[in-house]
C-alpha cells in the first residue's frame, strides 16, 4: 500500500524566516504524481504543485519551492521569507492507480505551519 | 470551465439521524469523484470513489454509502448518523489537466 509520511506535526516560526515541510513516500508505482496542497482556516484545500515522478527538476514559484528527490523518496517544500499569510495546513499527497480503474490521492497527515510576527 | 459545487458548508444533526451530502461538477463528463473525510486530526481519508455512474467503490467500511445517480453528481448519504461521522467531508473530482484534483469547499458535519 502506499504510503506518505509528514513527520512534523506543527512548524512554528517568525515572519520572514525560511521554512521546510517535509514529506517521504512509499509507492510500488513505476509512474505516479506527487502533490502539494495548502489549507487555510476555511478548509477549502488549495491546489499548490504537481511533480511526475519522472521529473526530477527541482521548482520555484515565487517564495515556494519543491525539491524532488527519487533516490531517498522525497518531496519537500521550502517557503522563502515566511509571511503569517501562509499560516496553515500544508498536505502531501501521492496518486495511487486503484484496482478498479482511476487512481486515488493517499494524503499525510498534514503539517500545520505557525508563522509569527 | 470546470467548477465543483458542495453543499451545505455547515451541517449539525442529531445522533440518528438521516445524512444527505450532495456534490456536484460542471464543465466536464465522466469524471472520477471521491469523497474524503478530515477527522479532527486533520488527515484526509478517502471514503468512496466512483468511476462512472452507478459504480462506488469503499475504502472503508463505515456506517456511510455513497451513489451516483447521474454523471456529474455524487452524494454521500447515512441512515443513522454516530458521533463518530463528525468531520470535515470534502467531495472532488479528477481531471485531466494540470492540476490533477480539484476540491470542494467542504462540509464541516457536527453529530450532537
Known amino acids: 500500500a502506499q504510503k506518505v509520511t509528514q513527520a512534523q506535526t506543527e512548524i512554528s516560526v517568525v515572519e520572514k524566516e525560511d521554512v521546510t515541510l517535509d514529506c517521504v513516500y512509499e509507492t510500488r508505482d513505476t509512474t505516479y504524481y506527487l502533490f502539494w496542497y495548502k489549507q487555510p482556516p476555511s478548509g477549502e484545500l488549495v491546489f499548490l504543485i504537481r511533480r511526475n515522478s519522472f521529473d526530477e527538476q527541482n521548482e520555484i514559484s515565487g517564495r515556494y519551492s519543491w525539491n524532488f528527490q527519487k533516490s531517498t523518496s522525497s518531496f519537500n517544500f521550502t517557503i522563502t521569507a515566511s509571511q503569517v499569510v501562509d499560516s496553515a495546513v500544508y498536505f502531501c499527497a501521492l496518486s495511487e492507480i486503484l484496482t478498479g480503474g482511476g487512481n486515488k490521492l493517499t494524503f499525510g497527515t498534514g503539517t500545520q505551519l505557525k508563522v509569527e510576527l | 470551465s470546470q467548477t465543483i459545487h458542495q453543499w451545505p458548508a455547515t451541517l449539525v444533526q442529531p445522533v440518528g439521524s438521516p445524512l444527505s451530502l450532495e456534490c456536484t461538477v460542471e464543465g466536464t463528463s465522466n469524471p472520477n469523484l471521491y469523497w474524503y473525510r478530515q477527522a479532527a486530526g486533520r488527515g484526509l481519508q478517502l471514503l468512496f470513489y466512483?468511476?462512472?455512474?452507478?459504480?462506488i467503490s469503499s475504502e472503508v467500511p463505515q456506517n456511510l454509502s455513497a451513489s451516483r445517480p447521474q454523471d456529474r453528481q455524487f452524494i454521500l448519504s447515512s441512515k443513522k448518523l454516530l458521533l463518530s461521522d463528525s468531520g470535515f467531508y470534502l467531495c472532488?473530482?479528477?481531471?485531466?489537466?494540470?492540476?490533477?484534483?480539484?476540491f470542494g469547499s467542504g462540509t464541516r458535519l457536527t453529530v450532537v
Open positions: 466512483s468511476v462512472g455512474i452507478g459504480q
Open positions: 472532488a473530482w479528477r481531471g485531466t489537466g494540470l492540476y490533477g484534483y480539484t
